[in-house]
């Protein structure tokens, strides 16, 4: 099953931004066992290569991804320390670069857009899937009108999205949400406040059906 099968399937992704994790394993575990199994480790957080090589570690049945990749040198960095995607927050001067290291290494890539042009531009490069960042700028109803242009391009709102609207997204026409703090919190990662992470992961993942 690919990425993207699995998106389609649990529609939710967790993206964590905290300044330090734990055990990033243990955080993945916790995260599968609320029903997220695709999980996005981003570059904002200190001594990232290290983190994912610790998720990739044993068998969590976490699907685990770099993400805030913004250069093919952090690209080639994130794949080769276990990434098995990867996510931009937008499209950089290097955006081409990121997506033929993404793709010689064999891994799908979510690139970041807003605007019409950008999901264009996102497509053409070879993005498997477009995040729409930030989406609660915009709410769901853009996003009917983005499938409007673009039925068959997958689309993945970030930032704002919570248990509150995640559901209206999906009925919008996204292919999964990114659920972010309202999930993993920083204060909850640092503690290593596992089954808290997995109730909430549990609770976001109630609203989506």
Not at 50 to 66: K, M
Not at 91 to 96: C, I, K, L, N, V
Not at 119 to 132: P, R
Request: hydrophobic share 50%.
């Amino acid at each position: 099953m690919t990425t993207l099968d699995l998106l389609r399937e649990d529609k939710v992704l967790s993206v964590v931004r905290a300044p330090a994790i734990d055990d990033a394993r243990d955080l993945c575990a916790a995260l599968v066992a609320g029903g997220i199994r695709v999980i996005e480790l981003t570059f904002t957080t200190p001594d990232l290569p290290r983190h994912l090589e610790r998720a990739a570690s044993g068998d969590t049945g976490a699907v685990v991804g770099a993400g805030t990749v913004q250069t093919a040198a952090q690209a080639k960095t994130a794949v080769d320390a276990g990434a098995q995607f990867l996510v931009t927050p937008g499209q950089g001067p290097e955006a081409a670069e990121v997506v033929a290291a993404a793709h010689a290494a064999g891994v799908p890539i979510v690139l970041g857009a807003l605007t019409p042009s950008e999901v264009m531009t996102a497509v053409a490069l070879g993005a498997e899937a477009v995040k729409i960042f930030p989406a609660h700028q915009f709410g769901p109803k853009y996003f009917k009108d983005l499938n409007g242009p673009f039925p068959g391009v997958p689309l993945v709102p970030s930032g704002g999205v919570n248990a509150g609207n995640a559901k209206q997204f999906l009925d919008a026409g996204a292919l999964a949400v990114s659920a972010g703090t309202d999930v993993v919190s920083p204060a909850d990662v640092a503690a290593a406040n596992w089954s808290t992470i997995t109730s909430k992961a549990k609770a976001f993942c109630a609203t989506l059906s």
